[in-house]
Structure formats: structure tokens, C-alpha cells
């Protein structure tokens, strides 16, 4: 329909590469220029243009449809190939739209939390990072996911380690995210190494066809294993997310926004690609890596990093326990092995995206006015910041799954879900991590309205900059919690480009 | 269809409007309003489904109407109106608004025709009603309110459990007859009995209600314990195991009465008591027990509204409720003892005050269905009602020995609004058609038959004179005459000691289970907290080494249960 259009045709063919090109031909542009302000404005815009680019390209495949891009023109297998289905369009899009909601704060933000001089490589690094995200996500060669893994992870240390103006421990968070970093990289590698070793081949669709004969070959199944465990670092499945709240905690404000909103879901959708794409849904569930690492893990997760978040004393710490409970949720849609559950997986992404990403602004706002995120220091910050706080408390109802919230949309498809398969007993489980949730975001308002300042200096509120993102998806959070139309659409999509051209149960069942 | 929309937006429209209003008498002429118009609307209503709307595939019934729900609404409308008149002085805008959301609430609830309509509007009752607590701004109302909120959200929380497997059992939401059987019918009727209090689901109701201001106790006495009762009349009428729930109910927090100080506390103890002949009635289920439970809640929600507004007023005007601190206060609040003893005559079922037309139904049917011992348990329930509500609460409050307090006669929006409940109560007895006429069934039913009218007021002449007995003869020591009803010990000696050994008993075994259950519930936070708080192992975070350990760990795990093929 739009390629009717003769001078857009053109365009439109190349919209893939276009996606992942324009941030990073930004990145050294805004190092030359070396201007702060300059430097936001390209990467706003830049991160404007992906925007553009990802809703055509979701709107293009939203239908069932893939899009294939050979880089260069050389043909798959040999040369990389760009791919997209109604999957990664719909990671793609939350990437973007997240980006575009984040930049407009980060200006603020980053004003006040990093040095001036630092400022322009700041936006470099966040360009890139962002450059890497998106070529994760798009890409269809093995490779070149590890390649644009690496970018944007290099990157995302850095932006971790400018947190070191605010508070030192940033610089150690940085470093050990680094080396854990590294590892789980170097896990991913060693198992695309193997696979290459078996196949001979590193084009995703390729690998696909080619291990279909060698599901019982051991190689194969250490491969599997090793790419399991090195993306599951990266997403922070629970007994592997040691580098996150630390990262989380210290990183600028901008930055964990950022990062918490899009870095695991993209490790998600990687784990989802190699699981169910890579190697056959069937090959994945014989491994027994579904029903025993996944589920299990991510329902201690639901629970143990619930718990943890109560008992924290420092609100972006708080935050980032739920983020990683809040993971649990996804991997329990991946643990359920079926379409629905896929669903409730992809938009978990979406909606936990949104639903952080206001949270850690708000938090961030609060930061920028009092210099902490410390809990007893925010008593009664309830009436000097009533626009914060009540974000706060808003998407906080999202992250408990109060009905009419985006956060209740996830927990109810989750439930369906459960219930499909009699799994009542898990529907209880996810009822009753819910309410450890109300637990933690009760004590935060708890101290902000409840309790009286402790001291009598006056607290602005936070400046319109910050305000406006930060309602903007608080806004959202609840739009899409009443108008599910687009994100249910193209989270079952999403789901059916991975299992719904296989029957699940049938498959398992042989 | 669209003029019809639900009434309880009525409600929330008023609780935002509220905002706009400034404060005093216009706020408080405006917050009369809203029930009044409510009330109109709904008398107005033809019956059907009203308003329908769709979310997610799924058919809202907003506005189911029929003769049961039409009933809860009416009285729910003019207890909101009685509550805001006798908070006309009430100035502060949290409890204000409230009101109006929790009585909003619970008329949605009233008329909600699905079990998700119900489950929203069940949910917005229990927010609403917590500021009602809050309101106070004590730490103690502050933790009271706390406990408070999580077992009525709890409720909730079932109650949408219980919907979602109905909904996967039968493939429908509505709100009908249900019949106890699956693990999802269960979980509803568990979380009825939270709200509707059921033995040993009742606590909250006795922690939370006295600790409430003074206007919001008659507030809360309202509409939560009532809107279960509908719910209840709504799913499980005729579930037989009601029967026995609720003359358990009738009987055992009469114990809890007789020894406590605390009148309005006194006055909840009864509260619940009544429930529990409305869910003997329901039980039955028979279209006069029905009835019964039905006007009984219509005259209830009347009477303990008098008698806790009485209350209250003694408790605005001398900051007290305790019985061992009050007395002679009928020399300066003439008419409020007027008003309570009214209201005493109702509760304890008098012929030609209200709660004997009520009553008299639930009893009858119970003898009629050949439920001899129930009808003996409620007959006894009953003598035990006319003690601690009839007598005790007056007695205490406005005679007995003088207090000394020369309090000033209660303001007059709560005489007022006390006078109307008075009233009503009286013309409900004297002249019962109009309400039989709302109930939901044809009344072929009069409650001035000879016998009828004897055999209660043997019952409450031979309750009376026991009590004069038991006060003449030995069992009530002389001594005790000079220092009687000074302090709390004088009071517990007062009333016969074999109540007191079996509630004693009752209530040992009570604290040595809940003692128990909470060090058990407090050891296992220490636990989390030794295991999940900043300090504990599973929340370190520094080591390298740890994260490596477990990548190791995991690695191990996932090429084991490959190789072992364990699918």
C-alpha cells in the first residue's frame, strides 16, 4: 500500500538497514560537533527517525509477513541478512518508543548528574548502545547478534560508570557488570562456535534447517546449553542477575531508565529467537531446559527477588528487585511453552517497559530534587512533588497489576495462560507474588504521603522536562491497561512467528 | 437504555464534584443531596438489565434491577443520607469523599450483575471504607486500618480466584444461585464469609469498626457486613451449611459482649450476632426466611445506625464509650437516651418496634423447617441480643451510677438524624406493610399474632427478670454495690460467673491459637529478613565470585538435564 508511492519505494525497501544505521552514523557525529546541546537534539532526532522506521516495518509485517534485507547484497547464507517478523518489529518498536520518551528527560537529567565536559560522550555512548539494542534485535545472522551485543554492552558499561559523579560505587558496579558481563558473552560465543563448528553456517534460518537432523547430537545440546545460560546472564534470569541491581542503583538516571526498559527485554527476545527459531520449539523442550531451568527459575524469581525488594532501603535498589521478579513473569510465558503464554511474554515486554521506564523517570525526578533515592530521606515528599509521586504511586499500581493498569493486562494473559493448561496452582502463585508487590510499593507510599518531612527545606517540584515523559507513559500505562487492541494484536503475532507454524503440544507430545 | 446508567456513578460524580465545593454548609447540603437523588433514581428504576458494557470480550452487568438488589440500594441510600446527616459537622474532606465512594461502591456492588462487576465494586468498598479509619490519624487507627485493608482485599482477591475458575467450570461470569461443589464456589463463599464475618473470619470486624471516628463507625456499621449478606442471599440461598454458620454466629459473640467495656465495641459484638440470624434466614432459603434476612438487614441497618450514632454522640460530647466511665448521662442528653433506648427496643425485637417484624419471620420458618435446635440456639441469641444490646447499653451509658458528666445534649444534625432512624424504626413496627411490600417475595405473613407477640414477650420478660434475679440474689456479691461499674474489674464480676468461665475459656484457647499462629507468622518474617534483606545471602550482590559460581552452577544444570534426556 505505501510502496505505491514511487519516490518512497525506495526508501521503504531499505528500511531495515536504515533502522540500525541512523544511530550509529549519529554516534561519531555528535563526538565531531562535540556540543552538548547539538548532540541531544541529533540523538533525539535520530531516535525520532528509528521510531518512523520501526512503526512502518511492524505495520508492514504485523500480518504474518517477514521482511528480508541482504546487507550489501549479498545473498544469505553467506552474507548477513536483516530479518523481520511481527516478533522483533515489536521488540524493534518498544525500542524505539522508549528511547524517544527517554531522550526528552535525559536532557535534564543529565544536565545535573554528569560533568559538562562529559556530556557529548555521554549522548555518543547512549547512541550507540541504543545502535547495538536495535541490531540485536533485527539481524538475522548468529554472528552479528553477538557483534551488536558487544556494541551496545561496551556501551551500556560506560553509561554505567558515569554514574560516578553522583556516587562512586558506580565505578565498581560498572567493573564487575563488566566482567559478568563478558562471561555471559563469552558463553554466547562459545556456543555459536559450536553450532558453526556443526553447521558450517551462521545464518539464523540456515542454522535452523541444518540442526534440524542433529537434534540428539551432544554437540548441539552443549551448544543449546551454553547459548541458554550466557543470554540468560544477560536477561538476569534469578540466580545470574548479581550484576543488575547494582548497575541499576548506580548508573545515572537517564541510563537505568533506559536500560530497564529495553537491555533485558532485548536479551529476552534473543533467548526467545535461539529457543524457538534457532534451534526447532521441539529441540528445546526435549532438552528439558524449559520445564527445569526456566519455569522453576522464574517463579523463584516471582517470589525471592519480590522479597528482596521489600526489604531494600534505596528506591531505585527497590526497583530493580521488581525488575528482576518482574522477569520472572516473562520467563514464565516462555516456561508455559504455548501460544499464549508466548503472548503473555511479548507483552510483558511491552508493558513492563513502559511501566519501568516511568518508574525509574520518576524515581530519577526525585533524585534530581533531593539528590537521593534513599527511602526514609523521601518522607513526605507526597505534597512538595505531587506530579512525581503520584507517577510513582500510578505505575506502581501498574507493576501490582490493579486492574485497568498494563500491568494487570500481562498478569491476566499469564493467568489465562496457567489456566489452559490446569496449572491452577500456578495461577495462585502468580496471584500471590502479585501481593508481595503491594507490599514494596505500599511502604514507598507510605513514606511519601503518610509520612512527615524530615527536615523543613522546601522541595520543588520536578521541571516540566521531566514531567512530561514520565506522564507520558504513566498516560500510556494505562491506555494500553484499557485499549489492548494494538499490543495484543501484535503480541500474539509475536507469538505465532515463534510457535504458532508448529503445533506446540502435538510436537511435545511425540 | 443510556438513561439508565448505574447509580453509582452518581456517587463518584459527587465525590469529584466534592472538590469543587467549598467547605461548610453548602458541602454538607450538597453530600445530603447525592443519596437523596440516588434514593429517587432507584425507586424510579424499572427491573432488567439495565446497562451493559463490554471490556475484553466480556458483558459488565452494571445494572442488574430486581426486587432483591432494588431493596439493599433503597436502605443503602438512606443509611448514606442518615450518615451524612449525622456528619453534617464533619468538615473533613478525606472522610467526606469517602462516604461517598464506599456507599457508591456499595450500591455498584448491589446491582452488579457479573462476578467481575462485583469483584471491581467489592474491591472499591474496601479502599473507600479504610480512610474512614485513617481518618482518625492515630498510629493505632493507622495499623487497625492497615489490618484491616489487607483481609478486605483478600476477600477480593478470592472472591476474583473463585470467579475466574467459576468462569472455567460453567463458561459464565453472571451473578446467580450458585451451588457449593468446586474448589472456584468455595473460594467465592470464603470470601462472603470474610466480608459477612463468620466465626473465626470475624476479627476485623470487632478491630477495625470501634476504631473508626465517630461518624464513620455508623458509616462502616452500613454496608460492607450488609452487602455481603446480599451476596450471600444472591449465591448460596439455601446452602444448609449457612444455617448452622449462622446460629454459631448468633451465639458466640454474645460471650464476647457481656465482658466488654467498650460500648461501641459492644455495640459491633452485636452486629455480628445480627448477621448471623440474616444468614440462618438465608440458609433456609425458603421464600419467608429470605424475606426474613432481608427486612431484618432493611430494620438492622436502621437500628445498630441509631444505636451506634447514640453511642457516638455520647462518645463526641464526653470522649468516652467505655461503660465503666459512663452513667446518669440521661440528666443532659434526654433525648439521645430517648433515641437509644428506642433503638434497644428495636434490636432486642419489642412487638411494635421494627426488628420484631423482621425477626419474627427468620424465627418462625426456622421452628417451620423443624430446625428445633437452631430455633432454641436463636431463641437463646436472642434473650442474649435484649441483655447486652437492650439493657447493658442504655443502662451503662445514661443510669446507672452517676458519672458525674454533664455533658451537653448532642448537636443537633445528630439528633436529627438520630430522630429519623427513631422514627423509622417505630413506624417500621407499628405499620410493617409498606416494607413486606419491597421484599422480594409475595408476604403472606403477620407478625401480630397472639402467639407470636407472647411468646416474645415471655421471652424478654423471663430475660428480664433473670437479670433482676441473678442481680438480687447472691450471684451478684453486695459489695460490689459501692464499687460497681468503677472500673473494668468491678464489671466483669458483675454478670454471671459462668459466662465468664466459658468465655475465659473461649478466650484462652483463642489467644493461645492466635498467639501461636503470630510467632510463628513473626518468626517467619525474621526468617525472609535474616535470608532476603539488605544483609541476607540472597540479596549480596558485591562478590564477582558468587555470580561466576552460579554461571557455573546453571551451565552444569542445563548440559545435565540435556544429556540425561530427562523429557
Not at chain 1, 554514574?163 to 555459536?192: H, P, Q, S, W
Not at chain 2, 424510579?44 to 434491577?65: I, K, Q, Y
Not at chain 2, 417505630?426 to 397472639?450: F, H, K, N, R, W
Request: net charge neutral; proline share 4%; hydrophobic share 55%.
Amino acid at each position: 500500500m505505501l510502496a505505491t508511492f514511487a519516490p518512497l519505494s525506495g526508501f521503504l525497501l531499505h528500511l531495515p538497514i536504515l533502522q540500525v544505521i541512523i544511530p550509529l552514523i549519529t554516534a561519531p557525529i555528535v563526538v565531531v560537533i562535540g556540543i552538548a546541546r547539538i548532540g541531544w537534539l541529533l540523538a533525539f532526532l535520530a531516535s525520532i527517525a528509528s521510531l518512523v522506521v520501526s512503526y512502518l516495518l511492524l505495520m508492514q509485517v504485523i500480518d504474518g509477513s517477514v521482511i528480508s534485507y541482504q546487507i550489501g547484497g549479498w545473498a544469505p547464507p553467506l552474507g548477513i541478512e536483516y530479518r523481520v517478523d511481527a516478533a522483533n518489529a515489536f521488540v524493534l518498536l518498544i525500542l524505539s518508543v522508549i528511547s524517544t520518551v527517554v531522550l526528552p528527560y535525559a536532557k535534564t537529567s543529565v544536565e545535573k548528574e554528569i560533568r559538562a565536559g562529559s556530556q557529548t560522550l555521554f549522548y555518543t555512548a547512549y547512541l550507540l548502545c541504543f545502535t547495538g539494542l536495535l541490531g540485536v534485535v533485527i539481524t538475522g545472522d548468529a554472528f552479528n547478534v553477538f557483534v551488536f551485543l558487544e556494541i551496545s554492552s561496551l556501551s551500556t558499561y560506560v553509561l554505567v560508570a558515569m554514574g560516578a559523579e553522583r556516587d562512586k560505587r558506580a565505578l565498581t558496579a560498572a567493573f564487575d557488570y563488566l566482567v559478568m558481563g563478558t562471561i555471559g558473552a563469552t558463553f554466547f560465543v562459545i556456543g555459536i562456535g559450536l553450532l558453526y563448528m556443526m553447521t558450517g553456517t551462521l545464518n539464523i534460518v540456515d542454522l535452523a534447517s541444518r540442526l534440524e537432523p542433529l537434534s540428539g547430537n551432544r554437540t548441539v545440546q552443549a551448544a543449546f546449553a551454553f547459548i541458554v545460560v550466557g543470554i540468560g546472564l544477560k536477561l538476569a534470569i534469578y540466580p545470574l542477575h548479581l550484576w543488575l541491581p547494582n548497575a541499576y542503583t548506580y548508573a545515572p538516571s537517564a541510563v537505568t531508565s533506559f536500560l530497564a526498559a529495553t537491555a533485558t527485554k532485548v536479551a529476552i527476545y534473543v533467548l526467545l529467537r535461539f529457543m524457538f527459531s534457532v534451534f526447532a520449539p521441539e529441540f528445546s523442550l526435549a532438552s528439558g531446559a524449559l520445564q527445569y531451568i526456566i519455569l522453576p527459575f522464574g517463579v523463584i524469581a516471582m517470589f525471592a527477588a519480590s522479597i528482596v525488594a521489600v526489604f531494600q532501603a534505596d528506591l531505585k535498589r527497590t526497583l530493580a528487585y521488581s525488575s528482576v521478579a518482574q522477569i520472572g513473569y516473562m520467563l514464565l510465558g516462555i516456561g508455559y511453552f504455548s501460544n499464549t503464554g508466548l503472548s503473555a511474554t511479548m507483552i510483558q515486554l511491552f508493558n513492563h517497559a513502559v511501566t519501568k521506564a516511568a518508574l525509574f523517570m520518576a524515581v530519577g525526578a526525585l533524585v534530581y530534587r533531593t539528590g537521593t533515592s534513599f527511602i526514609p530521606k523521601l518522607a513526605g515528599l507526597g505534597r512538595q512533588m505531587p506530579w512525581t509521586s503520584a507517577a510513582i504511586v500510578a505505575g506502581g499500581l501498574s507493576l501490582i497489576g490493579i486492574p485497568t493498569t498494563v500491568g494487570f493486562i500481562s498478569k491476566w494473559v499469564l493467568l489465562t495462560g496457567a489456566l489452559e493448561k490446569d496449572w491452577w496452582w500456578m495461577a495462585i502463585l502468580i496471584v500471590a507474588s502479585s501481593l508481595i508487590a503491594v507490599i514494596y510499593i505500599w511502604q514507598v507510599v507510605e513514606v511519601l504521603y503518610l509520612k512527615e518531612p524530615e527536615n523543613e527545606t522546601v522541595v520543588k517540584e520536578a521541571p516540566l522536562s521531566m514531567l512530561l515523559p514520565i506522564w507520558t507513559l504513566i498516560i500510556a500505562s494505562f491506555y494500553f491497561g484499557l485499549d489492548t487492541e494494538l499490543t495484543l494484536t501484535s503480541a500474539r503475532a509475536a507469538a505465532d512467528a515463534f510457535i504458532g507454524a508448529v503445533s506446540p503440544i502435538a510436537g511435545a507430545s511425540q | 437504555m443510556a438513561e439508565n446508567f448505574p447509580v453509582a456513578f452518581l456517587f463518584f460524580a459527587g465525590a469529584a464534584l466534592l472538590f469543587a465545593i467549598p467547605k461548610g454548609n453548602s458541602r454538607a447540603i450538597f453530600l445530603l443531596a447525592v443519596p437523596v437523588a440516588a434514593g429517587l433514581y432507584i425507586w424510579s428504576l424499572p427491573e432488567g438489565d439495565l446497562w451493559t458494557a463490554r471490556v475484553f470480550n466480556l458483558d459488565l452487568e452494571l445494572m442488574r434491577v430486581d426486587r432483591l438488589s432494588r431493596i439493599f440500594a433503597l436502605i443503602f441510600a438512606l443509611a448514606a443520607f442518615l450518615g451524612n446527616l449525622y456528619a453534617w459537622h464533619v468538615r473533613d474532606r478525606v472522610q467526606q469523599v469517602a462516604t461517598l465512594l464506599y456507599s457508591g461502591s456499595a450500591i455498584g456492588a448491589v446491582f452488579a450483575g457479573d462476578l467481575i462487576t462485583l469483584f471491581i465494586y467489592w474491591e472499591g468498598t474496601a479502599i473507600a471504607s479504610v480512610f474512614l479509619i485513617w481518618a482518625r490519624r492515630t498510629e493505632g487507627a493507622y495499623h487497625t486500618g492497615m489490618r484491616y485493608l489487607i483481609i478486605q482485599v483478600g476477600s477480593g482477591v478470592l472472591l476474583l480466584a473463585g470467579a475466574a475458575l467459576y468462569w472455567r467450570e460453567t463458561g459464565s461470569l453472571a451473578f446467580e444461585a450458585m451451588t457449593l461443589g468446586s474448589l472456584g464456589t468455595w473460594l467465592i463463599f470464603l470470601a462472603f464469609g470474610i466480608k459477612s464475618a463468620f466465626p473465626l473470619l470475624h476479627n476485623w470486624l470487632q478491630d477495625s469498626y470501634p476504631a473508626a471516628t465517630v461518624t464513620g463507625t455508623v458509616i462502616l456499621s452500613t454496608f460492607t457486613t450488609k452487602l455481603a449478606i446480599y451476596a450471600l442471599a444472591r449465591g448460596f440461598a439455601g446452602t444448609e451449611i449457612l444455617i448452622y454458620i449462622g446460629a454459631v454466629m448468633t451465639v458466640f459473640p454474645i460471650f464476647y459482649a457481656v465482658i466488654e467495656n467498650d460500648l461501641r465495641r459492644v455495640l459491633v459484638y452485636s452486629l455480628n450476632n445480627q448477621l448471623g440470624f440474616m444468614v440462618v434466614g438465608i440458609g433456609i432459603g425458603s421464600e419467608l426466611a429470605l424475606n426474613g434476612a432481608v427486612a431484618h438487614a432493611f430494620v438492622h441497618i436502621l437500628y445498630k445506625g441509631l444505636l451506634l450514632m447514640s453511642m457516638g454522640a455520647v462518645l463526641y460530647r464526653t470522649g468516652t464509650a467505655k461503660g465503666s466511665e459512663l452513667g446518669g448521662l440521661y440528666k443532659t442528653m434526654p433525648l439521645t437516651m430517648i433515641f437509644c433506648v428506642i433503638g434497644a427496643a428495636s434490636i432486642s425485637s419489642f412487638p411494635l418496634f421494627s426488628g420484631f417484624v423482621a425477626k419474627s419471620m427468620v424465627l418462625s420458618d426456622t421452628a417451620k423447617e423443624g430446625y428445633y435446635i437452631i430455633w432454641a440456639a436463636l431463641l437463646f441469641a436472642s434473650a442474649g441480643v435484649f441483655h447486652h444490646s437492650g439493657i447493658k447499653i442504655p443502662f451503662f451509658a445514661f443510669f446507672a451510677h452517676d458519672s458525674g458528666k454533664r455533658p451537653k445534649e448532642a448537636p443537633w444534625n445528630m439528633l436529627l438524624a438520630m430522630g429519623i432512624g427513631a422514627f423509622l424504626s417505630i413506624a417500621i413496627g407499628v405499620y410493617p406493610a409498606p416494607l413486606y411490600a419491597l421484599l422480594p417475595y409475595e408476604v403472606d405473613y403477620s407478625p401480630y399474632s397472639i402467639s407470636k407477640v407472647v411468646t416474645t414477650l415471655q421471652l424478654l420478660l423471663f430475660a428480664a427478670l433473670a437479670f433482676t434475679v441473678l442481680v438480687r440474689t447472691g450471684i451478684y456479691p453486695p459489695e460490689l454495690r459501692s464499687i460497681n461499674l468503677d472500673s473494668d474489674w468491678s464489671y466483669r464480676m458483675l454478670f454471671p460467673r459462668v459466662i465468664g468461665a466459658v468465655s475465659r475459656a473461649i478466650g484462652k484457647i483463642w489467644t493461645a491459637m492466635t498467639g501461636f499462629a503470630l510467632r510463628r507468622v513473626n518468626g517467619i518474617i525474621a526468617g525472609l529478613y535474616r535470608t532476603h534483606g539488605p544483609e541476607g545471602p540472597l540479596a549480596r550482590v558485591w562478590p564477582t565470585g558468587s555470580m561466576v559460581l552460579w554461571i557455573a552452577i546453571l551451565l552444569a544444570a542445563t548440559l545435565l538435564i540435556s544429556f540425561i534426556d530427562l523429557a
